[in-house]
């Protein structure tokens, strides 16, 4: 399996834009989480799925942010509109409860709002 | 509400020297524990985890952690560091193996040749 991939890797837009990163889980894990790690905050989880369904969106820091896991291969994570302070780097992992694993990270999106 | 604190920000050791990292968590539960690595523009990497058992755990890269639950810590060491284990390391907790980890603030080691 490749692994936990995310895209775009890196992302640069305007104030006000809105924003989607993406992220395919590897397959056949059934929990995925979004983190997001500043320098400020360190690394918070923002929501998390099991078999494609928001269990905990309690990290999402506001309105403007929203998740998606429309199958078990993909997911979205959406900023709209987006603003400078969202700036940061958003992980996304998944992990499989069956099988006991820990949790597996893609490389990451580094978003810049300017 | 559960946390880890990482005492050490930033630490820097000699290439050959020993290390220990500093992790002190708090759970209301028996935690699941995790040593993450992170090297620059990447991932976190796993190095080990504990749940059960022997409270020595042993690691990728030569690591290995020591459990002990009277002091509520999880302190990762390496008896000889190599110039390529420079990057950030992350402890973290959680209420099983893969599900919802609460981190640490991270330490930054830096090695001098």
């Known amino acids: 399996d490749a692994g936990v991939i995310q895209s775009p890797r890196h992302e640069v837009t305007e104030m006000g834009q809105e924003v989607t990163l993406r992220c395919k889980p590897i397959?056949?894990?059934?929990?995925l989480f979004w983190y997001r790690q500043t320098m400020m905050r360190g690394l918070e989880l923002l929501i998390y799925f099991n078999n494609n369904v928001p269990i905990d969106d309690s990290g999402m820091p506001e309105d403007r942010f929203s998740a998606k896991m429309p199958n078990a291969s993909f997911s979205t994570l959406k900023i709209q509109p987006s603003e400078p302070r969202d700036s940061a780097v958003y992980f996304c992992?998944?992990?499989?409860?069956?099988?006991?694993?820990?949790?597996?990270f893609g490389q990451g999106t580094r978003l810049t709002v300017v | 509400a559960q946390s880890v604190t990482q005492p050490d920000i930033h630490i820097t050791v000699s290439e050959g020297a020993s290390l220990e990292l500093r992790c002190n968590y708090s759970y209301g539960a028996t935690p699941y524990l995790f040593w993450y690595v992170q090297s620059p523009g990447q991932g976190l990497q796993l190095l080990l985890k504990?749940?059960?058992?022997?409270?020595l755990v042993q690691g990728i890269k030569g690591f290995e952690a020591e459990f002990k639950r009277s002091q509520s810590s999880f302190n990762l060491r390496k008896p000889s560091v190599h110039w390529s284990d420079a990057a950030e390391y992350f402890c973290a907790v959680g209420p099983f193996s893969g599900n919802m980890l609460t981190f640490g603030g991270g330490t930054r080691l830096m090695v001098k040749p």
């Open positions: 504990y749940f059960s058992g022997d409270t």
């Open positions: 397959s056949g894990h059934d929990y």
């Open positions: 992992a998944s992990s499989s409860r069956e099988l006991n694993t820990e949790a597996f």
